[in-house]
Structures are given as C-alpha cells and as structure tokens.
C-alpha cells in the first residue's frame, strides 16, 4: 500500500499533550479553555490551537450532552443481541434501516460472534420495552434470535 502526502496530513498523530487534552475534554467537553490549558500544562492560546487541529484533524467529531435519561422518561435500559436469518449484505442493510428509525435504539453495533449486532435500547419502563420488542423487532423478518440484558445500574460508564 502506498502512501500518499493526502493520507499522512489525514491521520493524526497524538502526542501526550494531544492525549491529555482528550481525556479532559472526555470528561467535560464543556471545560473553558483557560481551565484545560492549566489542566494540560499549555498556554490558553496554544491549547486552542491544540483542540482546533483535534477538530479539524476529525479527531474531535462533536460535543454533546449527558443526559439523565431517567428525568427523561426512558429510564428502562437494555442491552439486546440480534442473531439474523441470513448472512446476507441486504438482510443487514434492512435490518439497520429498520433500526435506524427506531427511537428507542441509541447504540447499534455489527460484532463479531454468534450474533450479528448489539444494540441499547432506552425505553420509559419495562412495559414500554416490551412493546418494542413485540412490535419492531419481533415482526423484522431477517431477525432469528433475540436476548436481552436489562441493565440495573452502570458503576462505570465512559460515554458519560
């Protein structure tokens, strides 16, 4: 494989200082620059330099916020594994539209092993659940096999 100039510029190198401003901003993506510098051990100005090349680099693909799902209303979570029919490229296609559309998936993963995907799935309580499992995924024809794990707390979460 060759590698072209393009290529170089588009992957990133993270050094230690680049790799401590991750973690910081991981933890409060909302942290004022002034802090992170200090945080960091850089000047304000060249933190900022710093965070815009992450970004622009791709490596910082957004902000978002952390919510209590459960003053939400969808404090029911579950983990759910999704074994298919077939192996095929356009059972998966169908299957990840269909979920796509599905408010109550907010994680939809293709993994390795005995099934196709992994999915978390927030719904308001167990009853609410269930009405998702019956009616979406219980009626996807390309859906041979469901389990699924409710979640009862989360001592460690890093999306967080």
């Not at 393009?6 to 942290?31: F, H, N, T, Y």
């Not at 999704?82 to 993994?111: D, M, W, Y």
């Not at 041979?144 to 707390?153: I, Q, S, Y």
């Amino acid at each position: 494989m060759r590698i072209t100039a393009q290529k170089v510029q588009s992957m990133a190198k993270i050094d230690r200082i680049d790799d401590a401003i991750l973690r910081e901003l991981e933890r409060d993506g909302r942290l004022p620059n002034i802090e992170l510098a200090d945080r960091v051990g850089l000047s304000p100005s060249a933190c900022l330099r710093r965070v815009a090349a992450l970004e622009r680099a791709g490596v910082i693909k957004g902000y978002r916020a952390v919510i209590d799902r459960a003053k939400t209303g969808t404090g029911f979570v579950a983990y759910v594994t999704v074994g298919l029919n077939n192996h095929t490229k356009a059972s998966q296609q169908a299957f990840e539209r269909a979920v796509s559309r599905a408010p109550e998936v907010r994680e939809c993963h293709n993994i390795t092993g005995t099934v196709e995907y992994l999915l978390r799935v927030e719904a308001a309580d167990l009853a609410a659940y269930k009405a998702f499992h019956t009616d979406l995924l219980g009626t996807l024809p390309q859906v041979h096999a469901l389990t699924t794990f409710v979640v009862m707390g989360s001592p460690k979460d890093a999306r967080a």
